[in-house]
C-alpha cells in the first residue's frame, strides 16, 4: 500500500470555526508532512514530524496545530483561520525525517476555504 | 538561504515536440527530486538524482544532474497529452535537512 489518504476531500469554514484536517500512511514511514499550497505555487513546507515529534515547525501560525497520535497518524487543527489561509493543504511522508533523502509520498489534500 | 530556480514557468507545446525544464541552485545540492503534479492533483514524486553528472531515464523522461550539482534538468521526448502537468524540482542543500522546491513549469500539450 502506496497510499497517503487524506480527510476532508473538501472544506469550508468561518473565521471562528475550529476544524481538523486528517492524513494517514500504512507504508512504515516514519515522517510525515504537512504543506500549504496556493495556486500555481509550489507546496510550502508548514511542519515535520519525525519518529512522532515535531521537529521542523516553519515559523506557522498558531492558529495551525499539528499533532501526531501515531506513526500512521496526522492531524491538523484549525482555529480562527483567515481567508487568505484559502489554499490546498498536502499530507505526505517518507521513510525517515531527513526531508530530503527519500522520496515523499503527498496526498490528495484538503481543498480549504474560510470565508 | 538557499535558493532554486526553475525555468520556464510556462511551456505550450505540439504534442510530439520535446520539452525541457531546468533547475538551477544557488548553493551546491546533495541531492535533487522531481515531481509531477496533473492538475487538480497532487505532486507525485518521479525521481531523485544524487552522484555528481547522473543521468537517468525513465521511457521518455531523461533526468539530469549537472557535474557541480548546482543545476538539473528534465528533458521529455515526444511529448503526449498525458504529460500535461507542473514538473517541480525539490533541491536538498548540502548539509541541509530540508528540501527547496522550485516554483515549477506548467506543461501545456496541444493534440
Known amino acids: 500500500d502506496t497510499e497517503v489518504t487524506q480527510t476532508p476531500k473538501h472544506l469550508v469554514m468561518g473565521m471562528t470555526n475550529k476544524k481538523s484536517l486528517k492524513c494517514e500512511q500504512h507504508?512504515?514511514?516514519?515522517?510525515m508532512y504537512w504543506y500549504k499550497q496556493k495556486a500555481k505555487k509550489p507546496p510550502e513546507l508548514m511542519f515535520v514530524?519525525?519518529?512522532?515529534?515535531?521537529?521542523i515547525n516553519e515559523s506557522v501560525p498558531s492558529r495551525f496545530s499539528p499533532e501526531c497520535p501515531n506513526s500512521s497518524l496526522l492531524n491538523l487543527h484549525l482555529h480562527a483561520l483567515q481567508p487568505e489561509d484559502s489554499a490546498l493543504y498536502l499530507c505526505?511522508?517518507?521513510?525517515?525525517?531527513?526531508?530530503?533523502?527519500?522520496?515523499?509520498?503527498f496526498g490528495p489534500g484538503t481543498r480549504l476555504t474560510v470565508t | 538561504g538557499q535558493q532554486v530556480m526553475q525555468i520556464p514557468q510556462y511551456q505550450h507545446v505540439q504534442e510530439g515536440e520535446d520539452f525541457t525544464t531546468y533547475c538551477n541552485s544557488s548553493?551546491?545540492?546533495?541531492?535533487i527530486q522531481w515531481y509531477k503534479q496533473r492538475p487538480g492533483g497532487h505532486p507525485v514524486f518521479l525521481i531523485q538524482?544524487?552522484?555528481?553528472?547522473e543521468v537517468k531515464k525513465q521511457k521518455r523522461l531523461t533526468f539530469q544532474f549537472g557535474e557541480a550539482k548546482k543545476n538539473s534538468s528534465l528533458h521529455i521526448t515526444a511529448t503526449q497529452t498525458t504529460d500535461v502537468g507542473t514538473y517541480f524540482c525539490?533541491?536538498?542543500?548540502?548539509?541541509?535537512?530540508?528540501?527547496?522546491f522550485g516554483k515549477g513549469t506548467k506543461l501545456s500539450v496541444i493534440p
Open positions: 505526505a511522508s517518507s521513510q525517515s525525517g531527513w526531508q530530503g533523502a527519500y522520496e515523499q509520498y
Open positions: 507504508m512504515g514511514h516514519r515522517a
Open positions: 514530524y519525525s519518529y512522532e515529534k515535531l521537529s
Open positions: 548553493t551546491t545540492l546533495s541531492n
Open positions: 538524482l544524487v552522484k555528481s553528472g
Open positions: 525539490a533541491g536538498l542543500g548540502a548539509g541541509s535537512y530540508q528540501l527547496t
